[in-house]
T-cell receptor, first 114, second 111 residues
Framework: GAGVSQSPRYKVTKRGQDVALRCDPI?????LYWYRQALGQGPEFLTY????????KSGLPNDRFSAERPEGSISTLTIQRTEQRDSAMYRC????????????FGNGTRLTVT | AQSVTQLGSHVSVSEGALVLLRCNYS??????LFWYVQYPNQGLQLLLK??????LVKGINGFEAEFKKSETSFHLTKPSAHMSDAAEYFC?????????FGAGTRLTVKP
């Protein structure tokens, strides 16, 4: 596809359930990023990958959050035992990599935990 | 780690007036700086970026930003606001391919 694709677009889940959010980056993009954005706030860094290697996961809030990118393309962000405070917009972005490469964002997944 | 501070969570200007959105950064190495715009219910779009070279950077939709190392600033300006400029604007700094964003400034344009 032409842009970064995220699915699902909306996800409503009950507290305690696990969720998996998918990101399909722009073809050929080396770097892939996950951010969380609360309403009225800037994107909060979660983690990023170069190819399949997770370079920095310091932004993941706790060990219920994990991410993988096994083949260096599609990535999955998994939240286990969801809590209401996990409700937010989760945004994925990709870039060509290298210093100064701009990020291309997807439209996000709106997660609501009830 | 690198960080960005955006002064003013809300800015309101009249149509045709100057737009000035402020951004200060912190980085341990020469920074790569970006401005992104987010329209309602959409993803973030790149407005402009500074990597190296000329410190005055021109972007899309008539926006520009000036990198001032001495002030650690990268303020965004536009000479004449248009109604379509109403949006959320985010400043970002990248270090070692790790990009961090400011909290954003919501721009309102009054007719």
């Amino acid at each position: 596809g032409a842009g970064v694709s995220q699915s699902p677009r909306y996800k409503v889940t009950k507290r305690g359930q696990d969720v998996a959010l998918r990101c399909d980056p722009i073809s050929g993009h080396v770097s892939l990023y996950w951010y969380r954005q609360a309403l009225g706030q800037g994107p909060e860094f979660l983690t990023y990958f170069n190819y399949e290697a997770q370079q920095d996961k310091s932004g993941l809030p706790n060990d219920r959050f994990s991410a993988e990118r096994p083949e260096g393309s599609i990535s999955t962000l998994t939240i286990q035992r969801t809590e209401q405070r996990d409700s937010a917009m989760y945004r994925c972005a990709s870039s060509l990599g290298g210093e100064g490469s701009p990020l291309h964002f997807g439209n996000g997944t709106r997660l609501t935990v009830t | 780690a690198q960080s960005v501070t955006q002064l003013g969570s809300h800015v309101s200007v009249s149509e045709g007036a100057l737009v000035l959105l402020r951004c200060n950064y912190s980085s341990s190495v020469p920074p790569y700086l970006f401005w992104y715009v987010q329209y309602p219910n959409q993803g973030l779009q790149l407005l402009l970026k500074y990597t190296t070279g000329a410190t005055l950077v021109k972007g899309i939709n008539g926006f520009e930003a000036e990198f001032k190392k001495s002030e650690t600033s990268f303020h965004l300006t536009k000479p004449s606001a248009h109604m379509s400029d109403a949006a959320e604007y985010f400043c970002a700094v990248s270090e070692d391919n790790d990009m961090r964003f400011g909290a954003g400034t919501r721009l309102t344009v009054k007719p």
